[in-house]
């Protein structure tokens, strides 16, 4: 099996026909599956039941990987095991070690098992099982048979999916694609837009033989891609890190606020953050990550000029000279916040994320970031993203955290 | 035409295979045809290029009306504006109209018109033309011929697409189904399960005659969606408002964020929060709604028993007789977020949002919300909530939201 392999998803689910649920499976599988050579040619999505069958089997001689996710649970909808069962000639066999799993986990819940449940615990004769350590229903995995390619099998909700194909799925398909010799990394940056990285390094990554580029704009983040032979991936690498370093956040997708915490954990520092236009994102941001609370002391949410004077210290004269949108006052709140804190580092963000509030002068989408440290100088940085509310919160928190990955390594 | 019209939808776009975008158009979509009655009954991505083509004729037996998002634009990979007018017999006229809206905008931001760009002024004959407000390709209308059913095309970015299917495309439907007379609404509803729900008003909806239900179930917060005769609406809206009532949120589909906001507007009120578990995600949804500010004053993120202590001043001997995780600092903390900001109402939460820290009394997922406000009582509640991290904050922050929902109005 070489690295051209042909995928397609298909995403059963009414709700996401609905409406009531945003499908993040296919961005999710699209990018974990990028390392791995594969490309995702395209994708279904089709209402819980029957219809799952006709999906498989359109899907089935134009690829020779099947993702197929949700219709694993207990409901009378959930029927993707039998049908793949019935298309692949199989019979379905009841797997002890399941039932045990799902057992324990309802007992530890406090939940009565109903009869419903035990569905979950049979497997297609020949098919391997991707435990499930989020939730109930296994994943499986079911080897090419006549003409159905290999069949991976993943529960729909993504916090059970994830972890599951991380763990479970990405192993098995890097078995199944043995022979491939092809290397790929993937470089997160911060800083730049996605035009400004191609003029920088786009012609010379081209040009390296054996290579394929590609790049990921998100809001404030731009993700350049690499994939080919040992060789090509090094070149790649070392043209990449001379071009762009500073705005590397990291070689191996992690997002930037795992960055900063392992950072300050290596450093044995501590963090407090002073918000008052990003609302809280930047403390949630960073409390996403787990251990967090290792490193991070205390996120002040300052909305009001009162709250910015009773909390963080800073001068009314300060607010009342400069307002608070300015660069004197962002030092000040990140300044407020370290002492009050005692940490090591402090981030502080005051700006203006609209619709309303907007100046001639400072126009929605004007912030001002700050950083200070303990014995060090306090900087504070202003910049302009002229885009919706939450747009705006997003990209502001995301160079704030970014200053702070540079401050802390200069 | 009735409002069993069967609605697919295509997406085109490598960028989504690749998964360095979210597809958030199925979304929209169903959320936007809902109210008409439509169901979208299958939605397919395929990149860029000539697999429209197949992905149209596969779509136009199985349904009356396909929608299509991307490939409107000016580059080669941007074909399917002319693979509808081969499919569909329709020949390309070019349309003035159009040329002379793209050449105003260019001038107005003073970027030179390439040749290319003239690709997006052809329509196929007899489409119609949706105006694009917040971009250079108009949308088109295609009406059904041959084998090809009705086809509407949309521009792929969701900011110019979104407001065109709001001001043309769904009165563009709403003619094509003008003998509808079909009712719609939407309760969204905290504080219940779905099955709960379907066991306390399921069967009584159905057995109303001329309504269809549905049920939209995410994190913390199930939608309640009725659609039918005025009659039969009317019918389902009484028995939902009747044996609902404490959990329903709002009834146009208002956020629960959005909704509190209002109602402390309203009431001249103003709120504080104090978040440890939550991390800030409570602050930050508070602050994503516009004109948070006049009502949000402060948010503290204490992460740490020092910074409970000294921002909120919950005492010492609270932490080391209860924890930090319990009745009595939950309610501590919503009161010294009280005290300190002045505000008429405050949240709080604490608990353990894993995946280390949990104990056998306190396992990973207990929480403890409180509700204080100016000269009433402080409440506590306790709540368990078994899942990954990120899950854990979202539906806490939802649960704390919905006990200050049910305190404003009590």
């Known amino acids: 099996m070489n690295s051209l392999a042909r995928v397609e998803v298909i995403n059963t689910g009414t709700e996401l026909?609905?409406?009531?649920?945003?499908?993040?499976?296919?961005?999710?599988?699209?990018?974990?599956?990028?390392?791995?050579?594969?490309?995702?040619?395209?994708?279904?999505?089709?209402?819980?039941?029957?219809?799952?069958?006709?999906?498989?089997?359109?899907?089935?001689p134009r690829s020779e990987f099947i993702l197929v996710t949700g219709g694993l649970g207990p409901t009378s909808d959930d029927i993707t095991r039998e049908i793949v069962a019935e298309l692949t000639g199989r019979s379905l066999e009841y797997d002890e070690t399941i039932f045990a799993r799902i057992k324990e986990r309802f007992a530890r819940r406090g939940i009565r098992l109903t009869d419903r449940i035990s569905?979950?615990?049979?497997?297609?004769?020949g098919a391997s099982v991707m435990p499930n350590d989020f939730g109930t229903a296994p994943g499986l995995y079911v080897p090419a048979k006549e003409k159905v390619p290999h069949l991976l099998l993943f529960p729909g909700p993504p916090r059970?999916?994830?972890?599951?194909?991380?763990?479970?799925?990405?192993?098995?398909?890097?078995?199944?694609?043995?022979?491939?010799?092809?290397?790929?990394?993937?470089?997160?940056?911060?800083?730049?837009?996605?035009?400004?990285?191609?003029?920088?390094v786009g012609e010379r990554l081209t040009s390296i033989p054996e290579l394929e580029v590609g790049y990921c704009a998100r809001l404030g983040e731009v993700d350049v891609r690499i994939i080919g032979s040992r060789d090509a991936v090094e070149a790649g690498e070392?043209?990449?890190?001379?071009?762009?370093?500073?705005?590397?956040?990291?070689?191996?997708?992690?997002?930037?606020?795992?960055?900063?915490?392992?950072k300050l954990k290596q450093k044995r520092a501590t963090l407090a953050v002073a918000e008052s236009c990003t609302g809280g994102l930047l403390a949630d941001r960073i409390t996403n990550v787990p251990g967090a609370s290792a490193v991070f002391l205390?996120?002040?949410?300052?909305?009001?000029?009162?709250?910015?004077?009773?909390?963080?210290?800073?001068?009314?004269?300060l607010l009342s000279s400069f307002g608070a949108v300015s660069e004197e006052v962002a030092k000040a709140m990140a300044e407020g916040a370290l002492n009050r804190?005692?940490?090591?580092?402090?981030?502080?963000?005051?700006?203006?994320?609209?619709?309303?509030?907007?100046?001639?002068?400072?126009?929605?989408?004007?912030?001002?970031?700050?950083?200070?440290?303990?014995?060090?100088?306090?900087?504070a940085e202003k910049l302009y993203f002229p885009m919706d509310r939450r747009?705006?919160?997003?990209?502001?928190?995301?160079?704030?955290?970014?200053?702070l990955r540079r401050g802390i390594d200069s």
């Open 298 to 317: 205390e996120g002040s949410v300052v909305y009001s000029n009162e709250a910015k004077t009773r909390t963080l210290g800073v001068p009314t004269d």
């Open 238 to 262: 070392t043209l990449v890190c001379t071009e762009l370093a500073q705005y590397i956040v990291s070689a191996d997708a992690k997002d930037i606020e795992q960055v900063i915490l392992e």
């Open 17 to 60: 026909l609905f409406g009531s649920v945003v499908n993040t499976h296919l961005s999710y599988l699209g990018q974990s599956l990028f390392p791995l050579g594969l490309r995702i040619q395209r994708q279904t999505t089709v209402p819980d039941g029957a219809v799952i069958r006709d999906a498989i089997l359109e899907a089935a």
């Open 160 to 200: 059970e999916l994830q972890p599951m194909l991380e763990n479970y799925g990405i192993p098995l398909l890097r078995g199944l694609l043995e022979d491939s010799d092809l290397y790929a990394r993937v470089f997160r940056t911060t800083g730049l837009g996605e035009s400004m990285i191609e003029e920088i």
């Open 119 to 125: 569905r979950q615990a049979y497997v297609p004769q």
């Open 391 to 403: 747009s705006f919160k997003s990209i502001a928190s995301q160079y704030s955290l970014n200053m």
């Open 341 to 379: 804190s005692g940490a090591s580092f402090a981030l502080s963000t005051t700006g203006i994320a609209g619709p309303e509030g907007g100046t001639a002068e400072k126009p929605v989408g004007t912030v001002y970031l700050g950083l200070a440290r303990t014995g060090g100088k306090t900087e």
